[in-house]
């Protein structure tokens, strides 16, 4: 019985130590200065409200991003973990390049799903001459003009669980 405890101990503390050591490795991972980026001018923001407070329904929506100088955007979202210290931290899940021209402007078109939680939005350019100021959201829906990027929902944000 004692050796049985003694192991158990030893094995908990491994684990203890194991875990420590991979949630310092995405902090890591995802520990982005997301007020260097904002205040930088590398960054631009979109405050999503949530599906209720926007008056809309869950489902794909389309962001545009329009610049006069052309730019490539990682396309993330803002989260945190109080709790563990990480804070301000910026998710990316999609890199694009604005290679396309409509009107003279460099332009850039993205669908994503957009779910009932509030979700903030962050766009980081690699041309801070780029001033990518205009980013619109087509309540509408998907329209006709081909996207640069699709991201559909996970099957949970289905559901909406984490949406």
Same mark, same amino acid.
């Given at each position: 019985?004692?050796?049985?405890?003694?192991?158990?101990?030893?094995?908990?503390?491994?684990?203890?130590?194991?875990?420590?050591?991979?949630?310092?490795?995405?902090?890591?991972?995802?520990?982005?200065?997301?007020?260097?980026?904002?205040?930088? !001018?590398?960054?631009?923001?979109?405050?999503?409200? *949530? @599906? $209720?407070?926007?008056?809309?329904?869950? &489902?794909? %929506? /389309?962001?545009?991003?329009?610049?006069?100088?052309?730019?490539?955007?990682?396309? !993330?979202?803002?989260?945190?973990?109080?709790?563990? *210290? @990480? $804070?301000?931290?910026?998710?990316?899940? &999609?890199? %694009? /390049?604005?290679?396309?021209?409509?009107?003279?402007?460099?332009?850039?078109?993205?669908?994503?799903?957009?779910?009932?939680?509030?979700?903030?939005?962050?766009?980081?350019?690699?041309?801070?001459?780029?001033?990518?100021?205009?980013?619109?959201?087509?309540?509408?829906?998907?329209?006709?003009?081909?996207?640069?990027?699709?991201?559909?929902?996970?099957?949970?944000?289905?559901?909406?669980?984490?949406?």
């Amino acid at each position: 019985m004692k050796t049985v405890l003694i192991i158990s101990l030893i094995l908990n503390v491994g684990f203890l130590l194991l875990a420590n050591f991979f949630g310092q490795e995405m902090r890591n991972k995802f520990r982005r200065d997301y007020q260097r980026v904002v205040d930088g !001018g590398i960054g631009v923001t979109y405050a999503y409200l *949530g @599906a $209720e407070a926007a008056g809309m329904k869950t &489902g794909m %929506y /389309r962001f545009t991003l329009r610049s006069t100088d052309p730019f490539t955007a990682a396309i !993330g979202f803002r989260f945190g973990f109080p709790l563990i *210290g @990480a $804070e301000d931290m910026i998710n990316v899940y &999609g890199h %694009y /390049r604005s290679a396309r021209l409509v009107d003279g402007v460099y332009t850039m078109v993205i669908d994503t799903f957009l779910g009932k939680s509030p979700v903030h939005f962050v766009f980081v350019t690699n041309n801070p001459r780029a001033s990518v100021g205009a980013i619109t959201v087509t309540l509408g829906g998907i329209t006709k003009e081909v996207p640069d990027g699709v991201y559909p929902p996970h099957w949970f944000q289905k559901f909406d669980f984490f949406s």
